[in-house]
């Protein structure tokens, strides 16, 4: 089983800024970043194809986050901004190997992606 290596959440206060990463395989298509607060379902917040990096958010986050990629690394990233109280949950990137196309609010869906991190912690303060 793949275990995807996150890093990169923190402490951080209102208004500040935190820069998530995550190292995938090689043969992904599509990655996505997904956040869950306790006592909540887990909500997707970006995606983006690993070969155009054409990027789809969340209304709770646009504006705010932005997902990139380094394919010669096979790492994404969430640069988050402008970072709210309701921003605070465990963070987890995934990535889904399957070739068939997904597009938009699909992309945000924890069921159509295979692989997942362990999860990091972002936790944001007044």
């Known amino acids: 089983q793949v275990q995807l290596v996150e890093s990169g959440g923190g402490s951080v206060q209102a208004g500040g800024s935190l820069r998530l990463s995550c190292v995938v395989p090689e043969y992904t298509y599509y990655i996505g970043w997904f956040r869950q607060a306790p006592g909540k379902e887990r909500e997707g917040v970006a995606s983006?194809?690993?070969?155009?990096?054409?990027?789809y958010y969340a209304d709770s986050v646009k504006g705010r986050f932005t997902i990139s990629l380094d394919n010669a690394k096979n790492t994404h990233y969430l640069q988050m901004n402008s970072l709210k109280l309701e921003d605070t949950a465990m963070y987890y990137c995934?990535?889904?190997?399957?070739?068939?196309?997904?597009?938009?609010?699909?992309?945000?869906?924890?069921?159509?992606?295979?692989?997942w991190g362990q999860g990091t912690q972002v936790s944001v303060s007044s």
């Open positions: 983006a194809r690993f070969d155009d990096g054409n990027p």
């Open positions: 995934a990535a889904r190997t399957f070739i068939a196309t997904i597009r938009g609010a699909a992309t945000l869906h924890p069921d159509n992606y295979n692989y």
